[in-house]
């Protein structure tokens, strides 16, 4: 009898331990030193990091517990974590580092492994490579250069010497393509990033120490902090990114800014040609904001977004300080392609207003190419920065929301 009950106590507290074994993948890193991640390995978890970084706060310190998780190979838990998407990479960490083990660039270096992870497939790998990205970019630039060369028929040299002297891309047979294809895109591109998000979502409830406490919370409080938590993140991270003001380098977050605003105002004066153009509202649409408008406001997005993208360029290149002290391809990609769209844009403009319509056209083409490599890989790239950030700092908001319940 006595011997049974041993035998099953010792049953028990196996079957217990065996549930807190932990994963370990022994290539982490290494993938993560290829990502950028530079001399994490001779951290000895002093703590210095954590206690420097303006961000890290109680209840989601970093980068120390981040980067243990990453020299112990354990990417489950990396990856559950919204530390690394709390970071904005200001270098105070490394600065005051003893070990020159460099945890901003182990954090940068996860956020990337993570955009990796989360990608459907892992597709997004393809962009964090040298070789790989630029034959990937090759392709997508190929395969958006054949649809605008067999779907459309204004990019014909024969078809292009009838044109006058006026570019006025509204007349051609190929722009309602344009609108359509990218509806089409915008629809991919929005699917896929739902669906990656929903993933990132998963790993970061296996962190959670708030789930059984969520439980008992009525429906109507789970609302109202749902609701609460993400007005906050859209409005102090989304449109203000207020955190980043605790960072020192107010250069950089104005930079950051003006990049971030630029591509918003460049997709609403998107937005208001393609609804100005549209069948159902264009009329009334055109009578309310003309046509005046959205060049205004392309035109400014412009100027702000090419400032922010030169600034990083510049700062890369002169290696001013420990955030532009490494490169890596995610981050020129990015850049380059964002950068090739918007002065692109300027040349049709110059072009078209000179009157010399081949030369519009013809930026016109790498334009479209442009926008289309930049949108077509936003899900994979450093673009997804910004909603993987927004998706943590909502979910870290919501959490404290919960715990403010249980305490």
Same mark, same amino acid.
Not at 319 to 326: A, G, L, N, R, S
């Given at each position: 009898?006595?011997?049974?009950?041993? +035998?099953?106590?010792?049953?028990?507290?196996?079957?217990?331990?065996?549930?807190?074994?932990?994963?370990?993948?022994?290539?982490?890193?290494?993938?993560?030193?290829?990502?950028?991640?530079?001399?994490?390995?001779?951290?000895?978890?002093?703590?210095?990091?954590?206690?420097?970084?303006? *961000?890290?706060? %109680?209840?989601?310190?970093?980068?120390?517990?981040?980067?243990?998780?990453?020299?112990?190979?354990?990417?489950?838990?990396?990856?559950?974590?919204?530390?690394?998407?709390?970071?904005?990479?200001?270098?105070?960490?490394?600065?005051?580092?003893?070990?020159?083990?460099?945890?901003?660039?182990?954090?940068? &270096?996860?956020?990337?492994?993570?955009?990796?992870?989360?990608?459907?497939?892992?597709?997004?790998? @393809?962009?964090?490579?040298?070789?790989?990205?630029?034959?990937?970019?090759?392709?997508?630039?190929?395969?958006? #250069?054949?649809?605008?060369?067999?779907? #459309?028929?204004?990019?014909?040299?024969?078809?292009?010497?009838?044109?006058?002297?006026?570019?006025?891309?509204?007349?051609?047979?190929?722009?309602?393509?344009?609108?359509?294809?990218?509806?089409?895109?915008? &629809?991919?591109?929005?699917?896929?990033?739902?669906?990656?998000?929903?993933?990132?979502? +998963?790993?970061?409830?296996?962190?959670?120490?708030?789930?059984?406490?969520?439980?008992?919370?009525? @429906?109507?409080?789970?609302?109202?902090?749902?609701?609460?938590?993400?007005?906050?993140?859209?409005?102090?991270?989304?449109?203000?990114?207020?955190?980043?003001?605790?960072?020192?380098?107010?250069?950089?977050?104005?930079?950051?800014?003006?990049?971030?605003?630029?591509?918003?105002? *460049?997709?609403?004066?998107?937005?208001?040609?393609?609804?100005?153009?549209?069948?159902?509202?264009?009329?009334?649409?055109?009578?309310?904001?003309?046509? *005046?408008?959205?060049?205004?406001?392309?035109?400014?997005?412009?100027?702000?977004?090419?400032?922010?993208?030169?600034?990083?360029?510049?700062?890369?290149?002169?290696?001013?300080?420990?955030?532009?002290?490494?490169?890596?391809?995610?981050?020129?990609?990015?850049?380059?392609?964002?950068?090739?769209?918007?002065?692109?844009?300027?040349?049709?403009?110059?072009?078209?207003?000179?009157?010399?319509?081949?030369?519009?056209?013809?930026?016109?083409?790498?334009?479209?190419?442009?926008?289309?490599?930049?949108?077509?890989?936003?899900?994979?790239?450093?673009?997804?920065?910004?909603?993987?950030?927004?998706?943590?700092?909502?979910?870290?908001?919501?959490? %404290?929301?919960?715990?403010?319940?249980?305490?």
């Amino acid at each position: 009898m006595i011997t049974g009950n041993i +035998s099953g106590w010792v049953t028990n507290v196996a079957e217990k331990e065996v549930e807190k074994v932990v994963e370990v993948n022994p290539k982490l890193t290494n993938k993560l030193k290829s990502l950028g991640a530079l001399d994490f390995m001779a951290c000895f978890s002093c703590g210095t990091c954590t206690v420097t970084c303006p *961000l890290s706060v %109680s209840g989601t310190e970093f980068p120390r517990k981040i980067i243990r998780y990453g020299i112990l190979g354990m990417e489950k838990e990396l990856l559950s974590m919204p530390q690394p998407w709390l970071c904005y990479y200001c270098g105070d960490c490394t600065r005051e580092c003893p070990r020159d083990a460099n945890p901003a660039s182990f954090m940068m &270096a996860a956020r990337r492994f993570s955009i990796i992870k989360y990608s459907i497939g892992g597709v997004a790998a @393809l962009f964090y490579s040298k070789i790989s990205a630029i034959i990937s970019l090759l392709l997508i630039s190929l395969l958006a #250069s054949y649809g605008l060369l067999y779907f #459309s028929g204004i990019f014909d040299l024969n078809t292009l010497f009838t044109l006058s002297n006026t570019f006025n891309p509204y007349t051609l047979t190929e722009y309602n393509f344009i609108h359509e294809a990218g509806l089409t895109l915008g &629809a991919f591109v929005g699917i896929v990033a739902l669906i990656q998000a929903l993933k990132m979502y +998963s790993y970061l409830r296996r962190s959670s120490s708030t789930t059984t406490t969520e439980k008992s919370i009525p @429906l109507g409080s789970k609302i109202k902090f749902f609701l609460q938590s993400l007005v906050s993140t859209v409005i102090k991270e989304g449109a203000l990114e207020l955190r980043y003001l605790k960072c020192e380098k107010k250069g950089r977050y104005l930079a950051h800014m003006a990049i971030a605003w630029g591509m918003i105002l *460049l997709f609403t004066a998107s937005g208001l040609n393609y609804i100005r153009d549209s069948y159902l509202l264009g009329t009334y649409v055109s009578s309310l904001i003309g046509h *005046l408008l959205p060049v205004v406001i392309g035109i400014t997005s412009g100027v702000i977004t090419c400032g922010g993208c030169l600034y990083f360029v510049v700062n890369r290149g002169k290696k001013t300080d420990e955030y532009f002290e490494y490169t890596h391809v995610s981050d020129a990609v990015f850049l380059i392609l964002l950068l090739l769209s918007v002065l692109t844009g300027f040349l049709i403009d110059i072009f078209n207003y000179a009157s010399i319509a081949y030369y519009a056209y013809a930026f016109y083409f790498a334009h479209l190419v442009f926008v289309f490599d930049l949108i077509v890989t936003a899900p994979f790239t450093k673009f997804a920065h910004w909603g993987y950030r927004l998706i943590a700092v909502w979910f870290n908001e919501y959490n %404290s929301l919960v715990s403010s319940v249980k305490s």
